[in-house]
T-cell receptor, first 114, second 120 residues
Framework: KNQVEQSPQSLIILEGKNCTLQ??????????LRWYKQDTGRGPVSLTI?????NTKSNGRYTATLDADTKQSSLHITASQLSDSASYIC?????????????FGTGTRLTIIP | GAVVSQHPSWVICKSGTSVKIECRSL??????MFWYRQFPKQSLMLMAT?????????EQGVEKDKFLINHASLTLSTLTVTSAHPEDSSFYIC????????????????FGPGTRLTVT
């Protein structure tokens, strides 16, 4: 069964601190992996997209890593800000003979406190 | 990045009535759009794939006669929840796939802001 598991489920950190969110997947055949930020009551917004051959990708204070061998990804947030409070969702795309499907993780709820 | 809008952003309706939700791609044409449902503290669950000019493809367990999808143009898909019941209350999110962004493996899905449906 194709699954995407994220940890921790929730995380609370002080403003200015760094944090790392984890994503493990068993999805196959792998096409790409995306990290999304979803504010409460809003749709997801893409942060990074990584293909099989990419190990790391940055977008401002967000840095995603991918280990395709162990099927693990992480999202590192540096110098957190109050506006980073949101759910972060790991999404893996599978593509099989022209059919694609996105498999969503359950997300990590991040809360930044002043 | 590309923009996808949804209307309305929230709606309250009485049990037994129908509600239509619109999803528009504002600056690109989308042959394919997707409809998701999200319950509190849960992830997005794909309901159906909306194909311009043809019938939608529904995921297993989603009633096609209850959730009517129409993709009449390359920038608009609509989801109609017919005979709504309180258990249909949820957050409905659409996405539109930009197929002009490169090879197929890099197609980006852009999500709308969501529609909060409450059925009383």
């Amino acid at each position: 069964k194709n699954q995407v598991e994220q940890s921790p489920q929730s995380l609370i950190i002080l403003e200015g601190k760094n944090c790392t969110l984890q994503c493990n997947y068993t999805v196959s055949p792998f096409s790409n992996l995306r990290w999304y930020k979803q504010d409460t009551g809003r749709g997801p917004v893409s942060l990074t997209i990584m293909t099989f051959s990419e190990n790391t990708k940055s977008n401002g204070r967000y840095t995603a890593t991918l280990d395709a061998d162990t099927k693990q990804s992480s999202l590192h947030i540096t110098a957190s800000q109050l506006s980073d409070s949101a759910s972060y969702i790991c999404v893996v795309r599978i593509s099989n003979f022209g059919n694609e499907k996105l498999t969503f993780g359950t997300g990590t709820r991040l809360t930044i406190i002043p | 990045g590309a923009v996808v809008s949804q209307h309305p952003s929230w709606v309250i309706c009485k049990s037994g009535t129908s509600v239509k939700i619109e999803c528009r791609s504002l600056d690109f044409q989308a042959t394919t759009m997707f409809w998701y449902r999200q319950f509190p503290k849960q992830s997005l669950m794909l309901m159906a794939t909306s194909n311009e000019g043809s019938k939608a493809t529904y995921e297993q367990g989603v009633e096609k006669d209850k959730f009517l999808i129409n993709h009449a143009s390359l920038t608009l898909s609509t989801l109609t929840v017919t005979s709504a019941h309180p258990e249909d209350s949820s957050f409905y999110i659409c996405s539109a796939r930009d197929e002009t962004s490169g090879p197929s493996f890099s197609y980006e899905q852009y999500f709308g802001p969501g529609t909060r449906l409450t059925v009383t």
